[in-house]
C-alpha cells in the first residue's frame, strides 16, 4: 500500500483550501499561523508539487491543489458523518430507558415488585418516573403504564397488562365498623366514613354504579350499600390529593376508600387492609404505551420483557 500523507497535514490543508486564508485556518484549528503554513509546506513536498499559489498574503488553490482538496474534503466529511453517526448510535444503547407509571401504581405495585424484573432483564438501565393521565411520548419518555381512560393517540403501540379491579377497603380492625353482614355478605353501612381523592373524584360513584347493577336483582341488598350518589361533602376532611394517601388513611383506620386491587395486593397479603366486598371490574385497563416509531435500539426487546413480566405477576 502506497504511504498515505500525514493526516494532520491534510486536516491543515483542508481547512486552508476551505477558508482559502491560513490564519482562517489556524484560528478554526486552535493552531498558530506558522503552524497551517509549515503542514502545507510539508504536504508539497511530500506530494513534489505545489498546492497553492501564494500573492499578496493571499492563497489561491492550484489544479492539484484543487483536486486534492475536493477528495480530502469529501473523505473528512464521509468521516465525520460515519462517526456522528456511530456516537449517536451508542449513546441510544447506553442512554436509559424512562418508564413513566401513575404514581400510586408506581409506589405501591410496581418499585416492591422491580427487582424482579431487573433480574430478568439487568440491561438497559430503566428509569422511573411518576405521571398520571394523557402523556406525550418523547425523548423524555420512552414508556408509559396508564389506565385507558383517555383517548390514545394512533402513533401510540397499546399493549394491555391487566384490567382494572376495584373495591372497598379498610383496616381489619375497622371492618364491623364501617361493615355489616347480611345474607351472609359484608356490606357498606350507609354512615361508614368514605375517603375520596381528588386524582378520581368518582371512584365510589362508580363502584356504587356497578354494585347496584349487579344486586339490580336484589334491591333490598342495595340499599344497605347507601341510597343517592356517593361524593365527597364540602370541605370534607377525608378527601385527599392522590389515592396513595386515601389508602393510607384506611390502613390508618380513619375510613373506607376505594382501592384498585393491584394498587392493595401488598397490603391484603400483609393484612394491612381487608376487602369485605370483594373487587370488581370498571371496564378499564392499564396498558404500555410507546412510540411506533421509537428509535432506542433496546425498546422492542425491553417493551416484550415488561408485558410478560406484568403479566405474568398479574
Not at 342495595?222 to 361533602?233: L, N, Q, S, Y
Not at 425491553?302 to 398479574?314: E, P, Y
Request: glycine share 6%; net charge positive.
Amino acid at each position: 500500500m502506497s504511504r498515505l500523507p500525514s493526516l494532520s497535514a491534510l486536516r491543515c490543508f483542508e481547512a486552508a483550501a476551505r477558508l482559502q486564508h491560513f490564519s482562517h485556518a489556524a484560528q478554526e484549528l486552535c493552531l498558530t499561523h506558522g503552524a497551517i503554513s509549515r503542514a502545507v509546506r510539508l504536504l508539497e513536498e511530500d506530494l513534489q508539487t505545489p498546492l497553492f499559489e501564494r500573492r499578496n498574503r493571499q492563497v489561491f488553490l492550484t489544479p492539484a491543489g484543487l483536486q486534492l482538496y475536493k477528495t480530502v474534503h469529501s473523505s473528512f466529511a464521509q468521516i465525520l458523518q460515519t462517526t456522528d453517526a456511530l456516537r449517536q448510535q451508542s449513546s441510544q444503547t447506553q442512554r436509559a430507558l424512562v418508564l413513566s407509571c401513575e404514581p400510586t401504581l408506581l409506589m405501591r405495585w410496581l418499585i416492591p415488585r422491580w427487582p424482579s424484573f431487573l433480574a430478568l432483564c439487568p440491561s438497559p438501565t430503566i428509569h422511573l418516573v411518576a405521571g398520571g393521565g394523557p402523556i406525550e411520548l418523547n425523548s423524555g419518555i420512552d414508556l408509559a403504564i396508564r389506565r385507558n381512560d383517555f383517548p390514545i393517540p394512533a402513533h401510540y403501540r397499546s399493549q394491555v397488562l391487566f384490567a382494572e379491579r376495584f373495591g372497598p377497603v379498610c383496616a381489619p380492625d375497622k371492618r364491623s365498623s364501617w361493615f355489616k353482614q347480611s345474607a351472609g355478605q359484608w356490606q357498606l353501612r350507609p354512615d361508614a366514613a368514605l375517603l375520596h381523592t381528588r386524582t378520581r373524584p368518582q371512584a365510589w360513584s362508580d363502584w356504587l354504579q356497578h354494585t347496584r347493577k349487579q344486586q339490580s336483582k336484589r334491591p333490598k341488598q342495595a340499599e344497605a350499600v347507601g341510597a343517592g350518589e356517593i361524593g365527597p361533602p364540602a370541605a370534607s376532611p377525608l378527601v385527599f390529593d392522590h389515592f396513595y394517601f386515601s389508602l393510607q388513611a384506611a390502613i390508618a383506620g380513619l375510613g373506607v376508600a376505594i382501592g384498585p386491587w393491584h394498587m392493595v395486593k401488598n397490603d391484603l397479603e400483609q393484612g394491612l387492609l381487608t376487602a369485605p366486598q370483594g373487587f370488581r371490574s370498571d371496564g378499564s385497563e392499564y396498558v404500555l404505551l410507546s412510540r411506533q416509531d421509537a428509535q432506542h435500539p433496546m425498546m422492542a426487546a425491553t417493551r416484550q420483557a415488561l408485558l410478560a413480566w406484568v403479566q405474568a405477576d398479574s
